[in-house]
């Protein structure tokens, strides 16, 4: 599975940004697939993840109620919508797939590039 980050931007204190990322090749909708971010010097973060059927939905503490993933099979997508965003909130934020429901990154073999999030207060 191929997968490409989107969306990422400058983005003031509380405003709200959405995310995608498109996957191709493999059978997309039978993967878990996740959000993780990193920071200059730090671990890549855990952010949220989705089961295949979109029933399971997990999120870190530190986003939870602010931040939505969402999925779309038929088209091949994924999702973050991130609400009431702070200036933590910046790093560069990546999608992930892999088949166990983890939150270390260390358990999704695929990656995509990454795309940077800005929140400028």
């Known amino acids: 599975v191929q997968l490409q980050a989107s969306g990422g931007g400058l983005v003031q204190a509380g405003g709200s940004r959405r995310l995608s990322c498109a996957a191709s090749g493999g059978t997309f909708s039978s993967y878990i697939t996740a959000w993780f971010r990193q920071v200059p010097g730090k671990e890549r973060e855990f952010v949220a993840r989705?089961?295949?059927?979109?029933?399971?939905?997990y999120y870190a503490d530190s986003v939870k109620g602010r931040f939505f993933i969402s999925r779309d099979n038929a088209k091949n997508q994924i999702y973050l919508q991130m609400n009431s965003l702070k200036a933590e909130d910046t790093a560069v934020y990546y999608c992930?797939?892999?088949?166990?429901?983890?939150?270390?990154?260390?358990?999704?073999?695929?990656w995509g590039q990454g795309t940077l999030v800005t929140v400028s207060s």
């Open positions: 989705i089961s295949w059927n979109s029933i399971g939905q």
């Open positions: 992930a797939a892999g088949r166990q429901p983890v939150m270390r990154a260390s358990g999704y073999g695929y």
